[in-house]
């Protein structure tokens, strides 16, 4: 826990509080508000110890909204990119899909492209930065191996190891094309080519709309498109660890979308994405990928619309459900499906007193002592409905706009807040959705 004699950088502190306040998962400084969800955490870290290793796996994250199920992935995004994996996280939504024939699915690869991060590019955009770094490598590598950089057998030297990892990834679907791009990347970064090195970001970030233009620029006959961006991505996770990386770690948020798809015929081709997904990655048909999904309850069980309407889905995943149902203590994670249960008493005022230090650090000491804050929690668990419908999200941003209003006005104290505040909870569960409501 972050005491007041820890550092953090004002830039973190401030995103951080300014994420938490308006309810949604901070990009940047996960690990210092993290409370609990410890045996999920550890059966996660788990599964990158198998990516590591050459393997993969699939996990969908499955909690109620405001749960934490965004902040776990965050929390792992960071965790693994500091251990040496590639990250790449995307909200699915009406235009991001993993399947669609409108460009929907190919925007989820973009997005997941984007958002694309290293030890040392936290924040995204880092697959120009891993290739340069990776030449760079290369180029080390063969210096320290007695070649003189001013030799024309240096060059040759490094041209041969950069094709020979290439040739290591030309099979499979999309491989040849791919392997083709990284090698004229390559050619030219060492011919100070601008414009060649453009093209073959534009390609590798799906961005080229036509065939005909991808092979007059780069000679390739294929492009990343809706169909096949999938394949790509398991050809990235194959480079990343072929130019020094663990392995590739995806993160899909906001599953609910698909849930909502009003067409039953696409909804059951997303579907039937992710049972490709799943089963690539649990017959090792893939290597050093991590693909995790997060959603709600009604996402995963509702028989009409979510994972279960689909029956290859249901079969391999009811079991490892209904094992998670809170009639069991902790739950089993060692399944495919971790389900978020309700933090405890202990850890919602641990996650108070945590807040408390971090908005004290930035704004400064607040008049806030520990029997306030047992006093604000037992009022948000005392509204009515709290035990199904108060989340962590709630009861944070709630109490950040408590030690604002404290901060604003030195005259006030929380038991002033406390007593004018209404005992209402939210009046149903957000997540309950309505599937003949849905409008998309």
Not at 128 to 152: C, H, L, M, N
Not at 203 to 213: S, V
Not at 290 to 308: H, M, N, S, Y
């Amino acid at each position: 826990m972050p005491e007041n004699n820890i550092k953090i950088p004002k830039r973190i502190l401030s995103a951080l509080l300014t994420s938490l306040s308006a309810g949604v998962v901070p990009r940047t400084g996960a690990p210092y508000i993290a409370i609990g969800r410890d045996k999920e955490i550890l059966s996660l870290c788990n599964d990158l110890d198998t990516v590591s290793d050459g393997g993969a796996f699939i996990r969908f994250v499955i909690g109620r909204y405001g749960s934490g199920k965004s902040f776990l992935l965050q929390l792992l995004r960071g965790y693994a990119c500091e251990q040496g994996f590639l990250c790449a996280d995307a909200d699915l939504s009406p235009e991001r899909r993993l399947s669609a024939s409108g460009g929907a699915g190919l925007a989820t690869y973009r997005e997941l492209i984007k958002n694309l991060s290293s030890k040392s590019s936290g924040d995204g955009g880092a697959l120009s930065q891993i290739i340069v770094k990776w030449i760079s490598s290369v180029k080390a590598d063969v210096a320290s191996d007695g070649f003189s950089p001013e030799s024309e057998s240096f060059s040759a030297e490094v041209s041969k190891r950069i094709f020979s990892v290439m040739r290591e990834l030309e099979t499979g679907i999309g491989a040849f094309d791919f392997a083709r791009v990284i090698s004229k990347y390559y050619q030219a970064y060492e011919n100070g080519d601008g414009e060649i090195e453009s093209a073959c970001m534009r390609w590798l970030r799906g961005e080229y709309k036509t065939k005909t233009e991808a092979r007059a620029n780069l000679g390739v006959t294929a492009i990343i498109d809706d169909s096949n961006w999938y394949d790509y991505i398991k050809l990235l996770a194959a480079f990343s660890r072929q130019i020094g990386y663990k392995g590739l770690i995806i993160l899909i948020d906001e599953c609910v979308n698909l849930y909502k798809i009003p067409n039953r015929i696409s909804r059951e081709n997303n579907y039937e994405k992710i049972l490709s997904i799943y089963n690539d990655t649990m017959q090792g048909k893939a290597s050093g990928l991590g693909v995790i999904f997060a959603g709600t309850p009604q996402f995963l069980e509702d028989g009409r619309r979510g994972l279960f309407s689909y029956e290859a889905l249901r079969s391999r995943l009811s079991d490892s459900a209904f094992a998670m149902s809170e009639s069991f203590s902790g739950g089993n994670i060692t399944g495919p499906v971790i389900r978020l249960t309700q933090l405890s008493d202990d850890e919602l005022l641990a996650l108070i007193k945590r807040t408390t230090v971090l908005y004290s650090m930035y704004y400064g000491d607040v008049n806030v002592s520990d029997d306030d804050m047992k006093a604000f929690l037992y009022r948000m668990l005392s509204r009515s409905g709290a035990q199904s419908l108060i989340t962590p999200r709630e009861i944070i941003r709630t109490y950040l706009s408590a030690l604002g209003t404290l901060s604003a006005d030195k005259s006030k104290k929380m038991s002033d807040i406390i007593s004018t505040s209404e005992a209402v909870a939210p009046s149903r569960d957000p997540d309950e959705l309505d599937p003949d409501s849905i409008e998309i």
